[in-house]
C-alpha cells in the first residue's frame, strides 16, 4: 500500500491510477488485520482518515493548511475569551460566529479530506448533486431555472475531474474558496439580510443553493455517505411533502422558503448544533489536544498500569481506567482507540487475551469515554441546548450511569481473567499487609478531602477580600501549587513512551508514576472547578482551563530543566526547552483544529435535518407513524428508537446521530410516554438516544472503533466487533433502566439516596455483568444465570414489583380532585389522566404529574398549582391555567377534560423487593460455591475450564 511517507511514491502527475486503487478506512483495516496488525504509519493514516483528514501535501499547501487551522484555534480562543469586551475589539454576535466557524471548517475539509473514488462513491457524488439540482429547480420559479443548472453543473463538474490524495487541483481550490464566500454570506451582508428577512433575493438563492450543495459534498469527504443520505432525503422530503404517503405528508416548501430557513437564517444550518459547536465543543476538544501534547495521554496510561497492571487481566483493567481518564478530554472513539491500544492491546495479548478479545476490550473502554462527563463528545453542551437545563444538571444525570458503566467493563475484564486462569504483571514491589493498606487509602482520601475543603473555603474568602484582584491572587496561587508539583515531578525520572512490543518484565513503581505528571491534572481542575464550582458557562470555563494549559506547555520543560540541574555550566537547555514547548503549543492548537474539521462539518450537515424537521413538522407524522408500529406500547417505542439511533450511527458520528434522533423521536418518546402513563423527563430520553448512538460505534458491520482496534491487533474485525458488542451490553441496558427508574439520573435524589443508589446500581450492574458473561464464582448454569438476571432487574427497579403488590396510585373519579389534593402529603407526584387535542387537533388521552404544593386545603393547592376547574355533572373541566405555574408547565390547558385523578396512596417501600432479591442472591453463591473446587470448573482449575 502507497503511503504519504513512501518514497517511491509516484509524482502528482502520477495519481490519477494511485486514486483509483485507494482502499477506504476499513478495507485497510481488514488488510492490516489479516497480516497481524498496522504499521504506525498506517494506524496514523487510519485516524487521519477518521478524523483530521488524511491529505497533507508538501510544499506550501501543507503549510496553508498548518497556518489555517492554527489561525482558527486562535479565533475560537479569542472568541470564548473576554479580550474582545476588555480591548473593545472584535465582538461578534452568535451567528457571525457560526458562520466564520463553518467557513473555517469548510475550507480546511475541502483540502485535507480527498474524496474517495470507489465506485459507490463516486455514484453517490454524481446523483446527490444532480437530485438537488431537479429539487431546486421544482421549488423555483421557472426563470430562475437557468442559474440552478449552471450551479449544479459547476460543483458536479469539479467532483468527476478527482480529488487526489497527495495534491490539491485547481478545481477543488475554487470549491474550497467558495465554500469559504458561501459560509461568510450573512457574515458579510449580515445588515443587508436583517432588513429582508423571510424574503430572499437572488442572490441569496444562488448562495444557498451553491451553499447546500458543497456543504453536502464536504460532508460526504469527511464523513462518510450516510450523513450526506440523510440530509438529502431530508431536503428532498421538504420540497415533495404533496407527494409523500397521507401520513406524513405536508403543503412542501418552495425554494426561496427552503433556502431561507436552511442558509439565511439560524433556523437551519447555522442552528443550535453549529452554536454549540462553535462556542463549547471547539474549546474542550482543543483543549484536549494541548493537554495530549503536554505527556497527559502518556501519563494516563503509566500511572493505570502502573496501579492496575499486577491485577488479574491487569493491562486490559489498566486499558479501561486509562481510556476513561482520555476519554474524559477526547471526543472520538477512533482516536481513543489507537492513542490507548497500540500500548494496551499488545500487553493484553501477552498476558493470554486473544486478539479479538483484546480488541474487543479497548473497544468497549474507548467508546464508553463519550458517555463520561465533562466533554461527553459534543452532546453534554448540545443537551444543555436541547433540553434547557444548566450544564451542571447534564453532568450530574449523566454521571452515575457512566461511572457504574466503567466499574462493569473492569468486572467483565476481571471475569475473563478468571474464565482464562490469568495472571497479573509481576509488580516491582512486594505490596505491605492489607489493613496497612486500607488505612493508608483512608489517610490519602482524608487529606484529598481535607484539601478540597480548603481550597473551596479559601475560594470562598479571597474574592470577597481582593475584590477584582481576587482573579490575580488565584492564578499565583495557582502557579504557586504548580510550579510545586513540577518540583516534586523533577524529583522522578521523566516518563517515556514504552514499546507495547517489547518484552514487560515488570510493572512502573506508582509512586514515582503518580508524582512525575501531578502538575497535569491542573488544569482538569481548574476545568471542573469553573463548571462546577464558579459555575461558569462551558466557553467560559474551557478558556480558563485552555489559557492554564497554554501556560503549562510553554513553561513546564524549561522549568523542569532548570530544576533538574540540567542547565550547568551554561548550556543551552534551558533555550531548547522553550523551543520545545513552544512547538507542543503549536502542534496542539493545529491538532485541536483538525479535530474539529468533521464536528464543525457533522453539526453544520446536522442543521438541515433539524431544519427540515421544524419547517414541515414531520415530527408530530413521526410519532403517528412510531405509535402505529409500536401500537402504542412504550417498550415497543424504545426498541425502535434504539434500534434507529444503531443504523443512523453506523455512518454518522455520535455528534450528528445525536442530534438527528434526539430532534426526530425524543418528543415522540415524552408525548407517548405520557399517553401510556409513564412520565419521561427530558434529559431521560435525550441520553437514552446519546447511548445507542455511541453504541454504533461498536456494533458490526461498520463499526469504526471496532475496526481501528482489530487492526492494531491483527485480530478478525467482525468478530473484534461481536465480542465488543457483548462487553457493551451493560451499556445498552442502562438506558431501559434509567428510563424506567430514573434514580439512576439522580432526578430529584439527595446526596445520601445518592450514594445508596451508586451502590446499589453498581451491585446489579456486576451482577448483570456476571450473568451476559456466563461466570460468577464459577462457570454459570442456565438457571443461575436467569437468577442472577432476575437480581440484577430486581435490585435496579424495585418498584416493578412492589407495584404489583400495593399500587402507588389511589384512582379517585374527577370530581374528587379538590379533596384528593387536600389529602395528599406535600412534595409526593400527584398525577392527573386527562383528554384534550393534540398540536394538530386530534383527540389524545395522556398523563400530567405535579408535586403536591404547599396550602391549607384542595382549593389552595389548586391555585397553587395555577389552575381552575368547572363541573358540568360528572365531568370536570378545566376552566383556566395560569401562565407559567406548574399546571402549564405540566401540559394542562383550556377545556381540556379531567378523567381520573391518580393519588399517591400509601404503599411500603419499594426497597423491600432487596430482600427476596439477595436471599435469591445468596442462593446463587452458595450453589456456585458447592462447585467451586477441584474438577468443578471453579478457580482453583479456570485453565482447566477455559
Not at 478524523?51 to 480562543?77: E, K
Not at 488565584?474 to 508539583?485: H, P, R
Not at 516518563?495 to 497535569?520: C, K, Q, Y
Not at 532548570?562 to 522553550?578: F, I, S
Request: aromatic share 10%; net charge negative; hydrophobic share 55%.
Amino acid at each position: 500500500m502507497t503511503t504519504e511517507n513512501d518514497p517511491k511514491r509516484p509524482p502528482p502527475g502520477a495519481s490519477d491510477r494511485q486514486d483509483r486503487d485507494q482502499m477506504d478506512a476499513a478495507a485497510v483495516e481488514m488488510e492490516a488485520a489479516g497480516r497481524g496488525g498496522m504499521s504506525q504509519s498506517e494506524l496514523d493514516e487510519l485516524v487521519a482518515s477518521s478524523d483530521t483528514g488524511a491529505r497533507t501535501p508538501a510544499g506550501w499547501v501543507g503549510r496553508t493548511i498548518l497556518i489555517v487551522a492554527f489561525c482558527w484555534s486562535l479565533f475560537q480562543v479569542w472568541i470564548a475569551s473576554p479580550l474582545p469586551f476588555i480591548f473593545e475589539f472584535g465582538i461578534l454576535n452568535d451567528t457571525e460566529t457560526r458562520s466564520i466557524h463553518l467557513a473555517f471548517a469548510m475550507f480546511l475539509a475541502y483540502l485535507a479530506y480527498p474524496a474517495e473514488r470507489t465506485k459507490v462513491q463516486m455514484g453517490l457524488a454524481i446523483a446527490v448533486p444532480v437530485i438537488m439540482t431537479l429539487l431546486f429547480i421544482e421549488g423555483a420559479d421557472g426563470g430562475n431555472a437557468w442559474w440552478i443548472v449552471l450551479c449544479g453543473a459547476a460543483v458536479l463538474l469539479a467532483i468527476l475531474a478527482g480529488s487526489p490524495k497527495t495534491w490539491v487541483p485547481p478545481w477543488e481550490w475554487a470549491m474550497a474558496l467558495i465554500s469559504v464566500f458561501a459560509a461568510l454570506y450573512i457574515y458579510i451582508f449580515y445588515d443587508d439580510i436583517a432588513t429582508r428577512v423571510g424574503r430572499p433575493i437572488t442572490q441569496d438563492m444562488v448562495v444557498g443553493v451553491i451553499g447546500l450543495l458543497l456543504l453536502l459534498e464536504v460532508t460526504r469527504r469527511a464523513l462518510g455517505p450516510a450523513l450526506m443520505i440523510v440530509a438529502t432525503v431530508f431536503l428532498a422530503y421538504t420540497f415533495l411533502g404533496p407527494y409523500m404517503p397521507e401520513i406524513i405528508a405536508h403543503k412542501g416548501n418552495s425554494l426561496s422558503e427552503v433556502v431561507n430557513h436552511q442558509w439565511i437564517t439560524t433556523e437551519g444550518v447555522f442552528g443550535i448544533a453549529l452554536g454549540v459547536s462553535t462556542s463549547f465543543v471547539f474549546l474542550f476538544v482543543l483543549f484536549g489536544a494541548l493537554l495530549d501534547k503536554a505527556g497527559a495521554g502518556n501519563y494516563f496510561i503509566q500511572v493505570a498500569f502502573s496501579m492496575m497492571g499486577h491485577m488479574r487481566g491487569g493491562p486490559a483493567k489498566a486499558a479501561v481506567v486509562s481510556s476513561a481518564m482520555t476519554g474524559l478530554i477526547s471526543g472520538s472513539s477512533i482516536a481513543n482507540v489507537v492513542t490507548t491500544g497500540t500500548f494496551t492491546i499488545p500487553l493484553m495479548k501477552k498476558v493470554g487475551f486473544s486478539s479479538e478479545k483484546a480488541g474487543a476490550v479497548e473497544v468497549a473502554s474507548s467508546v464508553n469515554g463519550q458517555i463520561m462527563p465533562p466533554v461527553m463528545g459534543a452532546a453534554a453542551f448540545l443537551m444543555v441546548e436541547y433540553v434547557g437545563i444548566p450544564y451542571f444538571d447534564v453532568v450530574r444525570h449523566a454521571f452515575l450511569p457512566a461511572t457504574i458503566s466503567y466499574i462493569a467493563l473492569v468486572y467483565i475484564v476481571h471475569l475473563e481473567a478468571m474464565k482464562s486462569g490469568m495472571k497479573g504483571l509481576p509488580r516491582p514491589y512486594e505490596p505491605g499487609p492489607w489493613m496497612r493498606r486500607i488505612v493508608g487509602f483512608v489517610f490519602g482520601v482524608m487529606v484529598v478531602s481535607a484539601l478540597a475543603m480548603l481550597v473551596y473555603y479559601g475560594m470562598g474568602w479571597i474574592r470577597p477580600a481582593f475584590g477584582e484582584a481576587a482573579g490575580y491572587v488565584v492564578f499565583a496561587f495557582l502557579t504557586a501549587v504548580y510550579l510545586g508539583l513540577l518540583w516534586v515531578g523533577s524529583r522522578e525520572a521523566p516518563l517515556e513512551i514504552d514499546d507495547p512490543n517489547a518484552e514487560v518484565t515488570e510493572l512502573p513503581m506508582p509512586g514515582p508514576t503518580v508524582r512525575s505528571g501531578l502538575h497535569f491534572l491542573l488544569p482538569v481542575v481548574v476545568l471542573v472547578w469553573a463548571l462546577m464550582v464558579d459555575r461558569l458557562s462551558p466557553g467560559l470555563s474551557a478558556f480558563w482551563a485552555t489559557a492554564f494549559m497554554i501556560f503549562i506547555l510553554l513553561t513546564q520543560r524549561p522549568m523542569m530543566v532548570m530544576m533538574r540541574g540540567e542547565d550547568r555550566h551554561g548550556n543551552t537547555q534551558v533555550g531548547t526547552a522553550l523551543r520545545a514547548g513552544l512547538n507542543d503549543l503549536v502542534d496542539g492548537m493545529i491538532a485541536g483544529a483538525r479535530n474539529m474539521i468533521g464536528i464543525g462539518i457533522a453539526t453544520a450537515t446536522a442543521g438541515i435535518i433539524v431544519g427540515a424537521v421544524s419547517q414541515t413538522g414531520v415530527g408530530s407524522a413521526l410519532a403517528d407513524v412510531v405509535e402505529v408500529l409500536s401500537g402504542g406500547n412504550l417498550l415497543a417505542i424504545l426498541l425502535l428508537t434504539a434500534i434507529l439511533s444503531l443504523i443512523l450511527g453506523m455512518g454518522l458520528p455520535t455528534t450528528a446521530n445525536y442530534i438527528v434522533v434526539s430532534a426526530l423521536l425524543a418528543p415522540v418518546i415524552v408525548t407517548l410516554g405520557q399517553q401510556n402513563g409513564l412520565i419521561v423527563p427530558l434529559i431521560a430520553v435525550h441520553l437514552f438516544v446519546f447511548y445507542f448512538g455511541i453504541m454504533a460505534d461498536v456494533t458490526p458491520p461498520v463499526g469504526l472503533a471496532s475496526f481501528a482496534a482489530a487492526a492494531v491487533s491483527g485480530g478478525d474485525p467482525i468478530r473484534t466487533g461481536v465480542v465488543a458488542f457483548f462487553y457493551s451490553l451493560r451499556t445498552a441496558a442502562l438506558p431501559f433502566l434509567f428510563i424506567f427508574n430514573t434514580d439512576l439520573l439522580l432526578i430529584d435524589v439527595g446526596w445520601l439516596h445518592g450514594i445508596f443508589v451508586f451502590v446499589t446500581a453498581t451491585v446489579a450492574m456486576l451482577l448483570f455483568a456476571a450473568a451476559t458473561q456466563g461466570w460468577f464464582l464459577t462457570r454459570n448454569r442456565i438457571v443461575e444465570t436467569l437468577a442472577l438476571l432476575l437480581v440484577a432487574f430486581t435490585i435496579f427497579r424495585p418498584g416493578f414489583w412492589m407495584d404489583m403488590v400495593a399500587p402507588p396510585w389511589d384512582d379517585r373519579p374527577p370530581a374528587e380532585l379538590e379533596q384528593a389534593l387536600g389529602d395528599a402529603p406535600v412534595g409526593e407526584p400527584f398525577r392527573l389522566v386527562v383528554s384534550g387535542l393534540d398540536q394538530v387537533g386530534e383527540p389524545v388521552e395522556f398523563r400530567v404529574q405535579m408535586p403536591v404544593p404547599e396550602g391549607e386545603n384542595g382549593a389552595d393547592r389548586m391555585a397553587a398549582l395555577g389552575m381552575e376547574t368547572i363541573q358540568n355533572g360528572d365531568e370536570v373541566i378545566i376552566d383556566n391555567v395560569a401562565f407559567d405555574s406548574p399546571a402549564a408547565d405540566a401540559g394542562l390547558d383550556w377545556d381540556q377534560q379531567i378523567l381520573m385523578v391518580r393519588a399517591p396512596a400509601a404503599a411500603p417501600s419499594k426497597y423491600l423487593m432487596y430482600i427476596p432479591a439477595f436471599a435469591l442472591l445468596a442462593l446463587v453463591v452458595w450453589m456456585q460455591r458447592r462447585r467451586a473446587g477441584p474438577g468443578h470448573g471453579g478457580v482453583a482449575t479456570a485453565p482447566a475450564a477455559a
